[in-house]
């Protein structure tokens, strides 16, 4: 087990279907054209010299090393920037070319500092290589002269020279050791999109520059680490490795954060991770990564993670640490005791989209089988369960319909309550070239994020909408495309049911769904939408991504439909470039309803009312499973408050902190008599859990998780767990200890039950996995390399479903005691409720929660910037600091809820989605008002947190 050695070709790859053929120090080579002799040599196998080139940016031929000899042409042209024609026959060794590259390098070296044994890059360089390659000896210019290189010159000091920028807290630069290669400077523009690096100076001052000559952490930069991934030299260096030394072996793993779905290289030393390089053959990510996935890793080791089993019989009470066994006993017969005493249906269970899907299959399994109902849910409720509903009336299916490849193709884009260069930062990083390659966006969003107006993209129109009103403005658009006759009649007579579409296009076609009828409600004026609707409809290939802003409504599962509505009307189904694209929030949230995961469906999305569906598992797993749908999360929560439901089974989730109406989680919790907790953390949720089993990271496990995308990847591990068991084994010991016959050895069993069981899965298997890389489902033997692109032919429920979205206000409403409404959402650097990154140095960026607020509104209010400000909402109230910003419009304000100090949730209320309960996170009314500080509810919260994370024989417990 070595380290996995990527080649780099030099120059990213030629798309042409038309080859041509040359011939290359004597071999011939068939190659795309387009190619460039750089990368056509590396296909044959000859390796050219190289420091400016790498193939995941452009060509630039500024470091003249890579010269060659064509047959018939004059000079010596860069080989990178000089395309590969048909019968050229190139040299790529003579001597000409070893004299002009040995003086290339001595000019390199002669001013650069030869601390090559203590540099560390020491083996990873490859300016120490490329003085190898081409058989560098002596540096006839000596070393003296103006430099870069030494503090000191000439007795005095050296302004050439420039210290060590250590401000990032996860890589230093060095500009002693920078040749201007500019391979971080374009990484940052090409692949990254952010713009932050640029060259300053000219000639011998030139060097890279974050910004206006500021210091990294002060820059735009955004730490996602591609141009330490491009950079040759020790200039940008990782300080793990300056710290630990170069990893000697590592395996390819998937990103435990946000539904991209990034794949990794998580290098090694033993059994410490020295860093994670983004796997260039990851098809969801290419090659790139955010700074989460590249660098905030470090709560895997952090020094708050409870290793021990512990139980307690009060929530009042200390923690006591115990062994697993005594643990999983514990917990089993108190569930059993619970059902004996309050009946089968007083104890369920939610399963963690942060873990595999193996693990998730397991809880849900472990409900249905053990605990005998159908009592299971996940985090998807209060995210993505109007998705599911939505896109399975419209299509059939219950997830998105492209690759993310597929933004390649698109001309034109929309982004409705999504952020994705926040929140799917990758993702936004692809998006955001394809703008600057000539696509137009349509931005739908009452908040002015990145996307809007950023280095080199600008929205061509940006719908700024009251919060609430998403259905009302997708009709309006809906209703240009029909009036106006910009429908794709050949498509909805092919592909959908033509008589719901006349239905339909009666509906949206009324007047009173005009956009001028809908201006005065919405606030988007009717010229911006219907300039939008022609945009879409004709501009070509049309997309659609969606977030959280579309589904945490009142009316999220109407707005999936919309957009579904939206996509077919104008025959973007089913070829690249095009589709329905829900940007899921967690690493696994798709993977956990595929799992089967919601209380009225069996893995596969098949209900439990359907008989063929539950004796497909009743004959595997040797039960009689509930053909009644269990209890949803805000369900079990009531049924507690009420007395019914007393056990709850928490799989790494947080609910008391990303669930809505805070104090009635907490009254949910407290009136259940046995709160069991499983988790890296005492999270906020284990305030009131009685029993707390230990998890395990995605470091330390072995499994798959499933993207936004529907792409299964494989996660690897490459530690042993630090609390002994994986996840799996916890939840498979605990089935035990409840008299369940379970025998897995390894998570590929699991699979192999999953594929067994649920048909969309029914061709994937590790083996295949580690052959192909990843697949997306379905996968099986009607598709057996999986389905980048759904709906090819035609929908999976057969015609497409055009279904009218009536919209219907809130009953959430603004008024004289709260005037503003609330929006809330993710910041770039953390992620969901924080319990992972607030754990690493990305705290740098984001120590606090903030609140944003127009400069209308808080000059109303007396309100300056980062003065405390009171937030309070029917539920109640919190404090936190002021951001004034016009990102948000006069009676908008918009916060995160990352940190538990502020706990945003208490203050959203439990107004919820009309077909799947998801919570109205993003409509609140609320008041802003000055404040000192702290409210009493947070002095209060904070000391019972505080007290109820208390161990026996531990001074204070870590939260």
């Not at 990527?6 to 071999?27: C, H, M, N, V």
Request: proline share 5%.
């Amino acid at each position: 087990m070595g380290l996995i050695h990527e080649i780099d070709f030099g120059t990213p790859a030629a798309l042409s279907d038309k080859t041509i053929t040359l011939t290359i120090d004597g071999r011939e080579i068939t190659v795309p054209e387009g190619t460039s002799v750089m990368r056509a040599s590396m296909e044959a196998g000859i390796q050219v010299p190289k420091l400016c080139a790498t193939d995941m940016v452009d060509a630039f031929g500024s470091c003249r090393l890579c010269l060659v000899e064509v047959e018939g042409r004059n000079g010596t042209p860069a080989s990178c920037t000089t395309p590969a024609m048909e019968g050229m026959v190139v040299h790529t060794q003579t001597d000409r070319l070893k004299t002009i590259r040995k003086g290339v390098m001595e000019l390199y070296i002669s001013d650069h500092p030869l601390d090559c044994l203590t540099c560390a890059a020491n083996g990873d360089c490859e300016l120490q290589d490329m003085a190898g390659a081409v058989g560098l000896r002596d540096v006839r210019y000596g070393y003296e002269g103006d430099n870069h290189v030494r503090v000191k010159q000439d007795g005095g000091i050296n302004a050439k020279w420039m210290p060590k920028d250590e401000s990032n807290p996860y890589f230093t630069y060095d500009p002693s050791k920078c040749i201007v290669c500019s391979r971080c400077v374009r990484a940052c523009q090409e692949v990254q999109g952010t713009f932050a690096l640029t060259i300053e100076g000219r000639g011998f001052d030139s060097r890279v520059s974050p910004s206006a000559h500021e210091l990294f952490v002060d820059s735009e930069c955004v730490s996602c680490g591609a141009c330490v991934q491009a950079c040759p030299t020790a200039t940008l260096t990782e300080k793990s490795v300056i710290e630990i030394g170069q990893p000697e072996h590592s395996a390819v793993t998937t990103c435990a954060y946000c539904g991209v779905g990034c794949s990794f290289k998580a290098e090694m030393r033993g059994e410490e991770l020295i860093r994670m390089v983004p796997w260039k053959e990851g098809q969801a990510n290419r090659g790139h990564s955010c700074v989460k996935g590249r660098f905030a890793y470090g709560y895997s080791t952090h020094k708050d993670r409870i290793l021990n089993p512990m139980i307690r019989e009060n929530i009042t009470d200390l923690w006591r640490e115990v062994s697993w066994e005594e643990a999983l006993a514990h917990t089993a017969s108190e569930f059993r005791r619970l059902q004996y005493q309050y009946g089968r249906a007083s104890v369920g269970g939610i399963t963690s989209s942060r873990c595999t899907n193996e693990e998730t299959f397991l809880v849900q399994k472990l409900i249905r089988a053990g605990f005998g109902n159908n009592n299971v849910d996940t985090c998807a409720r209060v995210c993505h369960s109007p998705t599911g509903y939505g896109l399975g009336q419209a299509f059939g299916t219950s997830a998105g319909t492209q690759n993310f490849d597929s933004v390649e193709h698109s001309d034109v884009v929309v982004v409705i309550g999504a952020n994705p260069t926040d929140g799917h930062p990758v993702f936004g990083s692809r998006l955001k070239k394809r703008l600057r390659q000539g696509a137009q966006l349509i931005v739908i969003d009452p908040r002015r994020t990145d996307l809007v107006k950023s280095p080199h993209i600008e929205a061509a129109h940006h719908l700024a909408l009251k919060p609430g009103t998403n259905v009302a403005v997708m009709t309006a658009l809906a209703h240009v495309i029909v009036t106006e006759g910009l429908q794709d009649e050949s498509f909805i007579r092919d592909r959908c049911d033509w008589s719901e579409f006349e239905d339909w296009a009666e509906f949206v076609s009324d007047i009173r769904h005009s956009p001028e009828a809908t201006e005065d409600y919405t606030g988007v004026p009717a010229d911006e939408i219907r300039r939008a609707a022609r945009l879409f409809a004709t501009g070509g290939n049309g997309a659609i991504y969606y977030g959280l802003g579309v589904t945490e409504h009142s009316q999220g599962s109407t707005t999936v439909m919309a957009i579904a509505n939206l996509a077919m009307v104008t025959g973007n189904i089913g070829r690249p470039g095009v589709g329905v694209n829900p940007l899921r929030g967690q690493n696994n949230v798709q993977g956990s309803c595929d799992m089967g995961s919601f209380p009225h469906e069996l893995p596969g999305y098949r209900h439990v009312s359907d008989e063929a569906a539950r004796d497909v598992f009743e004959k595997m797993w040797g039960v009689t499973i509930s053909s009644e749908p269990g209890l949803r999360i805000p369900n079990m929560l009531d049924a507690a408050v009420e007395g019914s439901f007393k056990g709850l089974y928490i799989q790494g989730e947080d609910i008391l902190q990303s669930d809505p109406d805070t104090k009635h989680v907490a009254a949910g919790l407290a009136a259940m008599e046995c709160v069991v907790v499983q988790d890296l953390f005492l999270n906020e949720t284990a305030n009131y859990a009685h029993v707390f089993l230990p998890g395990s990271t995605f470091l330390e496990k072995d499994g798959t998780f499933t993207n936004a995308e529907r792409r299964i990847n494989r996660v690897r591990k490459v530690m042993t767990p630090k609390n002994g068991y994986a996840d799996w084994e916890v939840t498979q010991n605990l089935a035990r200890a409840m008299g369940l016959d379970w025998d897995y050895t390894h998570p590929s069993e699991i699979m192999d039950e999953i594929a067994i069981t649920t048909p969309s899965f029914a061709g994937v298997n590790y083996p295949y996995l580690d052959q192909v890389g990843s697949v997306q489902w379905p996968c099986n033997e009607h598709f057996p390399v999986g389905s980048p692109i759904m709906h090819v032919d035609g929908f999976v429920r057969g015609k497409g479903k055009f279904i009218r979205t009536e919209y219907v206000a809130t009953d959430e409403r603004t008024g004289p005691r709260f005037p503003l409404l609330l929006t809330t959402g993710r910041i770039l650097s953390q992620y969901n409720v924080g319990a992972q990154t607030r754990r690493t140095d990305n705290v740098v960026w984001h120590p606090e929660d903030k609140l944003e607020i127009h400069p209308h509104d808080a000059e109303q209010r007396g309100i300056h910037d980062n003065d405390w400000v009171k937030l309070s909402s029917r539920s109640g109230d919190t404090t936190l600091r002021a951001t004034i910003t016009t990102r948000v419009s006069p009676g908008v304000v918009y916060t995160t809820f990352h940190h538990p100090t502020t706990q945003a949730n208490v203050i959203t209320t439990d107004y919820s989605d009309w077909a799947t309960n998801c919570p109205e996170y993003k409509v609140t009314a609320v008041q802003i008002s000055p404040s000192n500080g702290p409210s009493d509810w947070q002095v209060e919260y904070d000391e019972q947190a505080r007290r109820s994370r208390r161990i026996a024989g531990h001074l204070e417990a870590a939260e």
